[in-house]
């Protein structure tokens, strides 16, 4: 994890990303940008 929330300027970043024509086909995803942390925890990490 990166230890730190996503900034605006990242959230920006993604959403002009996804308007691109790349992106015309992608429909019905959530993408979660919170620089890993709701990763499950390893035991022992």
């Given at each position: 994890p990166?230890?730190?929330l996503v900034t605006?300027?990242?959230?920006?970043e993604?959403?002009?990303l996804l308007c691109a024509p790349l992106?015309?086909?992608m429909?019905?995803?959530?993408l979660v940008m919170d620089?890993?942390?709701t990763?499950?925890?390893m035991a022992g990490a």
């Amino acid at each position: 994890p990166m230890g730190r929330l996503v900034t605006r300027a990242e959230v920006a970043e993604m959403v002009c990303l996804l308007c691109a024509p790349l992106f015309d086909m992608m429909t019905g995803q959530t993408l979660v940008m919170d620089g890993g942390r709701t990763l499950p925890r390893m035991a022992g990490a």
